[in-house]
């Protein structure tokens, strides 16, 4: 009888084990909020490009949906760069000469297309190019850009 007992209770506290390990595994917030499945955003191909003479501290904003700018010191000239960024968002690139100073021009395409180009001169001479992408595909304007989901 009581190995009887005994044995019910090890499989008992072995079920029990197996529960709490795999409720822990599942993937619950701590917080107890339920976790919505994750879908990414849809985003638009970008270029950006700086060419010229000089070297140049570049930011630029790439598929990161916080909005953060990526930095990018002492780059030597042409630079290119080809990201996903987002759609509704505002990609951008500036650049700004180092005390040498130079000549450099950034430009900007959205969807293959050509859509600002600036220049800058001198010592710590600046220069920005920036878009605006449609909220979402059926955004007027959309149906033109390269969309990944």
Request: aromatic share 4%.
């Amino acid at each position: 009888m009581k190995e009887t007992r005994r044995r019910g209770i090890t499989v008992a506290a072995s079920v029990l084990l197996v529960g709490f390990i795999g409720f822990g595994c599942s993937g619950v917030p701590e917080d107890g909020e339920q976790e919505s499945p994750r879908r990414s955003a849809p985003t638009a191909a970008v270029v950006y490009e700086v060419s010229g003479e000089g070297t140049v501290e570049i930011s630029y904003l790439d598929r990161d949906e916080k909005g953060g700018a990526t930095v990018e010191k002492n780059v030597a000239l042409p630079w290119k760069k080809s990201v996903r960024v987002p759609l509704g968002s505002q990609p951008s690139v500036n650049i700004v000469l180092d005390d040498e100073g130079g000549q450099v021009r950034c430009s900007l395409a959205v969807g293959g297309r050509h859509a600002q180009s600036s220049t800058a001169s001198g010592p710590y001479g600046r220069a920005t190019c920036s878009s605006t992408l449609p909220q979402g595909v059926s955004g007027r304007g959309a149906e033109a850009l390269p969309v990944l989901r």
